[in-house]
Structures are given as C-alpha cells and as structure tokens.
C-alpha cells in the first residue's frame, strides 16, 4: 500500500454509460487495491445545481449505487457513500468558499459553458467547483481519478489547499490527478463529441442496462464514413476509431490487434461484431444491476454504512479545520 487516499464522484445520472463505465467507473475499480483508504461519492449536493425532481433524483441515486456496486466496487474495501449524508462536504465548502475569489471561478470553463447555454446559473452552480474542492480536502486524498475535462477542477482543489495551508498551517496535501488511460467514448451519432447523457440525439448514447436489441440497433445506426475497411484514425475517421476504441475496451485487446481482427470486415459487418463484444462486456453487470434493484433496503443499507465510514475519516479532519479557522 502506498498509504495515499482516492477520492473520486459521480453524479447520480441513473444507470452510467458506456462512457462513464469505461472512461472512470473500470478504472475505479482497479483502484481498490493499494491505497489506505478509497472513497467514491454519489455526489447528489452537485446534482441539484440543477433542477431536479425530487422521486426522480432518488431513483437515480440508488440505480448509480447499484451501478457501482454491479461493475465492482466493493464497499468492503471501498467506502461507498452519498454526498448529502455526510454534512461535512457542505461546512468544509462554505470555509473553503471563503477563501476562494469570485473572479478565479469565473474563468473556469464550466461555468462559462453552462451560463451560455443556461445565461443565468444557480450560486450553486458557480460555486460547485469549490465543492468539488471540499468533497477531495475533507479526506485529504492524495489520488484523485478525472477525466481530463475536470483537470481545471482539480486546479482549484490543489490552490485552495495551498491558500488554506498557507494562512491556517499546514493541512491537506496537495491532491494528484489520476488521468485514466482508458478511452474517451465518443457519441455514436456526433463521433467529434464525448458520449454523454445530456446529448439529445437519439441512439447517440449506450447505457450499462440497454437490451441486446437496442444496443444492436444504436451501433447499427452509429455515424461512420463512406470507406469500408476498420482501420484507426481518430482525426480523419472519427466513427470508425470510436468503434475500434470501444472495441477495444470492452475486448481488453490493444487497439492494433483489434484493427488487426478486422481485418476483411466492412464497417456495417464490423458494428455487428463491436455491438456482440459490448452486449457480452455488459451482460453480467445488466444482470447485477437488476439484481440489486430489486432489493432497495439492501442499498439503502450499503449508502448509510458508507457515510458512516466517511464521516468517520471526515469529522475529526472538519474538527481540525474549525480550530485552525477560529470557531
Ligand atoms: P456525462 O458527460 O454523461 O454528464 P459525467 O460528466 O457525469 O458524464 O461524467 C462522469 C464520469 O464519467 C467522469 O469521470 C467522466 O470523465 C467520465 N465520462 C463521461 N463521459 C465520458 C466519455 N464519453 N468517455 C469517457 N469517460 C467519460
Ligand atoms: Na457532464
């Protein structure tokens, strides 16, 4: 064991996709092993920077625990947890606001980005990174797996540490990024963009508990281009390469030998193989998921034991904070 701590969340969107299961969720799992402690977050303080209706907001929060729990975190070596049950995050966010200036978050991309789309974001909104900031202190996590789009985040966490350290003494060590090496999913119908939950395309997204049938029919229908052989090239064949990455991912081959299986495929051929390779990864998991589900009392249990374990490593940390500042 290195002695470091992961810390990591997601928001609770459901039941992930294929994205969010081979770009972050895959790799969390391999993390279990090697650090003292590993902390994944159903980050449901984030989601509501958002509207959200209430029924709805706590399905998703028990699909995504039992989508964790389904690709292989295992709260036995893992504390698995709800952001919202442990008050902590919210009172370590509001110090770390304090110290942190309103023109340093405006220049962050997100806000940016979604006030364009939105023009006018909740104070929720914009703050949401220095939660995110607050969700990574509070363990003093040392590991924290991103995708690169969140990489400015972890900027912040890693200067609010400092100005934290710097008037209050020394505290939070400064928390590394975990880039996964694993491969950004691209949407099936706009392969230049990231799968993603919010796209509005039809048939443009898999999800972890779509059927047989409906993955066929979206891969299927996936955008590629008017040369039949699979080869890999993600700036001139951006459709292609995201279904030999994909591919790839699912196979646990190389990104050569899968091209190289391909080889005398066409790419309406190849989207039926890539489809059968993604139904067979997913199939086990869909199982579990829908396992799981069945028995809320059983998650619910899962959630309230995992807060209780964080809030173990989080209280004395929030004592510690609260004296340095003055309380
Ligand atoms: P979405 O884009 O669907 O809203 P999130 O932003 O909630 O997904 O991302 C949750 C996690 O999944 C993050 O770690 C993010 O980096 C990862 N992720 C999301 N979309 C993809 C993708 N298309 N490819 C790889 N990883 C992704
Ligand atoms: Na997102």
Redesign the pocket.
């Known amino acids: 064991k290195c002695g470091g701590r992961v810390f990591s969340g997601?928001?609770p969107?459901g039941v992930p996709?294929l994205?969010?299961y081979?770009?972050?969720l895959e790799s969390w799992v391999g993390l279990q092993e090697g650090y003292s402690s590993v902390l994944y977050s159903i980050v449901d303080l984030h989601a509501i920077t958002i509207p959200q209706d209430p029924a709805k907001l706590r399905d998703n929060i028990l699909d995504m625990t039992a989508s964790l729990l389904a690709c292989g975190i295992d709260p036995t070596r893992s504390i698995i947890f709800q952001q919202s049950q442990v008050s902590e995050h919210a009172e370590l966010s509001w110090i770390l606001g304090c110290l942190t200036s309103m023109p340093r978050l405006r220049h962050l991309p997100q806000w940016k980005m979604k006030t364009k789309e939105k023009r006018e974001g909740s104070v929720g909104l914009f703050t949401y990174p220095v939660l995110q900031a607050a969700d990574i202190l509070l363990y003093r996590s040392t590991h924290v797996p991103?995708?690169e789009?969140?990489l400015q985040h972890l900027e912040l966490a890693q200067d609010v540490a400092r100005i934290f350290n710097n008037r209050f003494g020394e505290l939070f060590p400064e928390p590394q990024a975990l880039l996964s090496a694993s491969?950004?999913?691209?949407s099936l119908r706009d392969p230049t963009s990231?799968?993603?939950?919010?796209d509005p395309q039809r048939l443009a997204t898999v999800y972890l508990t779509d059927s047989p049938d409906d993955i066929i029919l979206k891969f299927r229908k996936a955008v590629t281009d008017f040369t039949s052989e699979v080869t890999f090239d993600p700036e001139h064949r951006p459709g292609v390469s995201n279904l030999v990455a994909i591919h790839a991912a699912v196979s646990g081959q190389s990104l050569e030998e899968t091209v190289h299986s391909a080889r005398g495929l066409d790419t309406a051929h190849y989207k039926q193989v890539v489809a059968d390779a993604v139904i067979q990864r997913v199939a086990p998991i869909q199982q579990e998921i829908a396992r799981l589900q069945a028995d809320r009392g059983h998650l619910e249990s899962v959630l309230s034991h995992g807060a209780e374990r964080a809030r173990q490593l989080a209280a004395p940390l929030l004592a510690e904070v609260r004296k340095r500042v003055g309380f």
Not at 183 to 186: F, S
Not at 194 to 198: A, C, D, E, L, T
């Open positions: 997601i928001q969107t996709h994205g969010n081979l770009g972050a991103v995708g789009d969140q491969c950004r999913v691209k990231k799968m993603s939950k919010s």
